[in-house]
């Protein structure tokens, strides 16, 4: 596709629950990156993949979190044992530069997750 | 101003205006960029300034970088009624990431 696509755009879960949030990157962008934006802050770095390999995750919040690209394009957040903490928008971008001189990000339009 | 500990700034202004923010950050950088965001959805690219640069032109935009202060400015010229968004530093500090501050949100009223 023409840009970075994420799905769901919308998720509603109960505390507990498992999730699954989907990025698809723009072709040939080698690095991906995950991130999460609380109402009215910024984005915070969540994971960043160069190619199929976790480069960086020191952004992870905890061991609920994890994240895979397996053929080095889709990537896919997981969260395990939701809690009402873990509700914010949660952005993808790719980019054809990849550090340790960052380029250009292009950003999906974002998961918005609802814990209840 | 925008940096990783200040809380974020609104700016109002009038269409036809100037709208200038500014942004700081905290060590050496490769480079600093700006992005905005229109209803907390996804980010897009407005531009990059690099470390060895002091100013950049794109359309209506300037942004200035001033390293020995380790801040940047954004001035948006003749401010539309479309600008009317948030806007957001990101500083590449060459840790895997950018790193981005809590965001400037413009209200330009017609």
């Known amino acids: 596709g023409a840009g970075v696509s994420q799905t769901p755009s919308n998720k509603v879960t109960e505390k507990g629950k498992y999730v699954e949030l989907r990025c698809d990157p723009i072709s040939g962008h080698t690095a991906l990156y995950w991130y999460r934006q609380s109402l009215g802050q910024g984005p915070e770095f969540l994971i960043y993949f160069q190619g199929t390999g976790a480069a960086d995750d020191s952004g992870l919040p905890n061991d609920r979190f994890f994240a895979v690209r397996p053929e080095g394009s889709v990537s896919t957040l997981k969260i395990q044992r939701t809690e009402r903490g873990d509700s914010a928008v949660y952005l993808c971008a790719s980019s054809l530069n990849p550090p340790p001189n960052t380029g250009e990000l292009f950003f999906g339009e974002g998961s918005r997750l609802t814990v209840l | 101003s925008q940096q990783g500990e200040e809380d974020p700034q609104a700016l109002s202004i009038q269409e036809g205006e100037n709208a200038t923010m500014n942004c700081s950050y905290k060590?050496?950088?490769?480079?600093l960029q700006w992005y905005r965001q229109n209803s907390g959805r996804g980010l897009v690219h407005l531009i990059l300034i690099r470390s060895n640069e002091r100013e950049k032109h794109s359309g209506r935009l300037r942004v200035t970088l001033d390293t020995s202060k380790k801040s940047s400015s954004l001035l948006i010229t003749a401010s539309r009624a479309a600008d009317t968004a948030s806007y957001f530093c990101a500083t590449d500090y060459g840790n895997n990431r950018l790193a981005f501050g809590k965001g400037n949100q413009v209200v330009v009223i017609p």
């Open positions: 060590t050496s950088i490769n480079n």
